[in-house]
């Protein structure tokens, strides 16, 4: 829903189109960057951390009122939160699901995600169209605080420990 949102800010599709491809690049560069921490750290606190920064990521669209400069920093921001999420809970399904079945249990994984991709913008287009982009952030921020909750459900396991002593 971006496009929606930029667009409702004044932007162009030169505006979503420059946004997004640099919110992707973004994302996909913070990933082996979330190896690491998932190695060295554990994978439940770099989970937290990740998942709370997301909570946390979806606030400062609602005071965001132009494009420009606060509309470019939130939405990188939030799509290198999306790309940390993204490797921290793929690499925890891999973890959950047993070596013999590990590429079934990542195609389950992936297609409940992609469902999500479905439902998500249908429900954010119906939020906007009831209480606007505030009901969206809103929704949005309910949404990762429950996924929050959740993730303090994972168990805690110390570290792989790979990697570490390295510079």
């Known amino acids: 829903l971006v496009p929606l949102c930029v667009r409702s800010l004044g932007g162009t599709e ?12 973004a994302s996909v560069c913070c990933r082996p960057f979330v190896g690491g921490l998932l190695d060295r750290v554990s994978r439940r606190t770099t989970l937290l951390w990740g998942q709370t920064i997301n909570t946390l990521s ?9 494009v420009g ?4 920093l939130a939405t990188i921001a939030h799509w290198i939160v999306w790309g940390y999420l993204f490797a921290a809970y793929f690499t925890y399904a891999a973890d959950l699901a ?13 297609m409940w ?10 429900l954010g287009e119906w939020l906007i169209a009831r209480g606007g982009f505030a009901w969206l952030f809103g929704g949005a921020t309910a949404f990762a605080a429950v996924s929050l909750g959740l993730t303090l459900l994972v168990p805690f396991r110390p570290a792989r ?5 390295r510079s």
Do not use: H, K
Not at 58 to 66: D, G, H, K, M, R
């Open 14 to 25: 030169s505006t979503v189109g420059t946004l997004v491809g640099v919110g992707a690049l």
């Open 161 to 165: 420990g790979v990697g570490v002593g």
């Open 113 to 122: 995600g992609i469902l999500t991709n479905g439902l998500g913008p249908t």
């Open 98 to 110: 047993p070596p013999s079945r590990r590429g079934e249990g990542l195609a389950i994984f992936g």
């Open 69 to 72: 400069p606060a509309l470019y």
């Open 58 to 66: 979806f606030l400062p669209f609602l005071a965001i009122q132009t």
